[in-house]
C-alpha cells in the first residue's frame, strides 16, 4: 500500500445529511481543519466551524486545483454527502491528488438509510445512479427487468418521474417502488408505489428509488 504522508486532504463522508448521522471522527476532522470545501447545503451544517470554507459547484474541477495547492500548508477537508466510496466528488479527487495524499473518512451512505427505512436488506440490490449521468437511464429498463431489486440515485433533471415514464415506456412491470425523499431530515418521506400509481407521485429534492420485484423481500 502506497505511504501515507502529512497534510493529507481529509474526504469526508457526510451521511445522508442530519447531524445525527455523522460520524464522531468526520466531526474531529472537521473541526481541526483549516479548509473546508463542499456544498452549500453541507457547509451551512457547519457555520460555527473557523475555517476558510469553498462552495464547491461547477466549479468542481477549478477547486481541484486550489485543493492540491492549498494541501502543503493547510489541512483541507472536502464534504461529500454519504458515503465518499458511492458515487462522490472522492473518486475525482483521489484520481487527482493520488490516494497516498487522501484520508478517506467513510459516512452513512443514503442507500444504507433507505434500505434501513423500508426494513430491506441490501446484499442482494443492484446500484446505480442518474445523478448527473443522464446517460445511464437508457440502460434503466435493462437493469431493472434483470434485478429483483435495484436501488437508483436520482437528480432534479433525471427526477423519480422521468425515471418511471422510462420505465413504463420500456415495459416494465411487477415492481413496487420505493421513494426516499429528504432522508435523515426534518422533511423525509418514504411512499410506497407500483409503476401505476407512481404518476401520482409528486417529488421534490434529493431523492432514492428502490425497485423489487413482486414476492421478493
Ligand atoms: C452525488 S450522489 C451522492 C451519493 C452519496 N455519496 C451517498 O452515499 O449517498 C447524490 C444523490 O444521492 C441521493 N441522496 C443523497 N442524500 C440523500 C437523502 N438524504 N435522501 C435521499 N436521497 C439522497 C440522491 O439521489 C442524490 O441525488
Not at 492549498?70 to 472522492?90: C, E, N, T
Not at 426534518?186 to 428509488?209: Q, T, V
Request: with cysteine; hydrophobic share 40%.
Amino acid at each position: 500500500m502506497a505511504k501515507r504522508v502529512k497534510n493529507n486532504v481529509a474526504i469526508i463522508g457526510c451521511g445522508p445529511g442530519s447531524m445525527s448521522h455523522m460520524t464522531l471522527g468526520a466531526l474531529k476532522r472537521i473541526q481541526e481543519a483549516d479548509v473546508v470545501v463542499g456544498s452549500r447545503r453541507l457547509l451551512n451544517l457547519f457555520s460555527e466551524v473557523k475555517a476558510e470554507k469553498f462552495i464547491l459547484g461547477k466549479n468542481y474541477r477549478t477547486l481541484l486545483t486550489k485543493i492540491e495547492r492549498l494541501r502543503a500548508r493547510k489541512h483541507v477537508v472536502i464534504l461529500v454527502s454519504g458515503d465518499p466510496g458511492f458515487f462522490s466528488y472522492a473518486r475525482l479527487v483521489i484520481s487527482k491528488l493520488g490516494k497516498e495524499h487522501c484520508d478517506v473518512i467513510p459516512g452513512i451512505s443514503s442507500v444504507q438509510l433507505a434500505f434501513a427505512s423500508v426494513g430491506l436488506h441490501w446484499c442482494d440490490a443492484y446500484f446505480t445512479s442518474l445523478h448527473g449521468r443522464k446517460s445511464e437511464l437508457e440502460n434503466l429498463v435493462d437493469v431493472i427487468k434483470a434485478h429483483d431489486k435495484v436501488a437508483v440515485l436520482t437528480d432534479v433533471s433525471m427526477s423519480p418521474k422521468v425515471v418511471c415514464t422510462a420505465l413504463k415506456k420500456g415495459g416494465v412491470k411487477g415492481k413496487k417502488i420505493y421513494l426516499c425523499e429528504n432522508l435523515s431530515l426534518k422533511n423525509e418521506r418514504i411512499r410506497e408505489y407500483d409503476i401505476s400509481s407512481f404518476s401520482k407521485a409528486d417529488s421534490e429534492n434529493m431523492n432514492l428509488m428502490i425497485f423489487l420485484s413482486e414476492g421478493h423481500n
